[in-house]
T-cell receptor, first 114, second 114 residues
Framework: AQSVTQLGSHVSVSEGALVLLRCNYS??????LFWYVQYPNQGLQLLLK??????LVKGINGFEAEFKKSETSFHLTKPSAHMSDAAEYFCAVSDDTGGFKTIFGAGTRLFVKA | EAQVTQNPRYLITVTGKKLTVTCSQN?????MSWYRQDPGLGLRQIYYSMNVEVTDKGDVPEGYKVSRKEKRNFPLILESPSPNQTSLYFC?????????????FGQGTRLTVV
């Protein structure tokens, strides 16, 4: 069975500092991994996705994530935080075993201090 | 514009009064899904559909019904709402699962059952 664990329900960084949001997954088959962002009063939108083509994935708004199979991790990073990055971030895992069984993590709320 | 449209955005109802939340997508996606979002629990899948007339239970299906009579529409039905169904609901669609599993989300429906 698949699962996703996001370490830290809240992360606070200063503007200009490194953003690191942690995600670990469990999957018995090769996974497809996603990061979504949710701004207040909005639905989720895709930041980036890992589909086995490359382990380092670049997404929108300067975010990137690295797939590490040995660590079963897919952490999200951004070198320099902006105030506009304040939002909730969700890691998700899917696979090709059929159905629409995308599993989401509990989410990490990012706060950016001026 | 490619989008998933949910209605209504906000709904307050009383216990036991049947309600329907509509969801429509204009991307000709095969896969559609309903999630509920609760603080600290992330998104939990209620039901999903892999195509017209094909639906299956997600992780928290109790108290909900769905139907998929047309490809574009996937309504969520609460036959007898209870206060524990107070939540934020999202409809999502995707072309497929796995590598094509990028989900497009609606804006959400905030439901309060009193």
């Amino acid at each position: 069975a698949q699962s996703v664990t996001q370490l830290g329900s809240h992360v606070s960084v200063s503007e200009g500092a490194l953003v690191l949001l942690r995600c670990n997954y469990s999957s018995s088959v090769p996974p497809y991994l996603f990061w979504y962002v949710q701004y207040p009063n909005q639905g989720l939108q895709l930041l980036l996705k890992y589909t086995s083509a490359a382990t380092l994935v670049k997404g929108i708004n300067g975010f990137e994530a690295e797939f590490k199979k040995s660590e079963t991790s897919f952490h999200l990073t951004k070198p320099s935080a902006h105030m506009s990055d304040a939002a909730e971030y969700f890691c998700a895992v899917s696979d090709d075993t059929g159905g629409f069984k995308t599993i989401f993590g509990a989410g990490t709320r990012l706060f950016v201090k001026a | 514009e490619a989008q998933v449209t949910q209605n209504p955005r906000y709904l307050i109802t009383v216990t036991g009064k049947k309600l329907t939340v509509t969801c429509s997508q204009n991307m000709n996606h095969e896969y559609m899904s309903w999630y509920r979002q609760d603080p600290g629990l992330g998104l939990r899948q209620i039901y999903y559909s892999m195509n017209v007339e094909v639906t299956d239970k997600g992780d928290v299906p109790e108290g909900y019904k769905v139907s998929r009579k047309e490809k574009r529409n996937f309504p969520l039905i609460l036959e007898s709402p209870s206060p524990n169904q107070t939540s934020l609901y999202f409809c999502a669609s995707s072309l497929r699962t796995g590598v094509f599993g990028e989900a497009f989300f609606g804006q959400g429906t905030r439901l309060t059952v009193v």
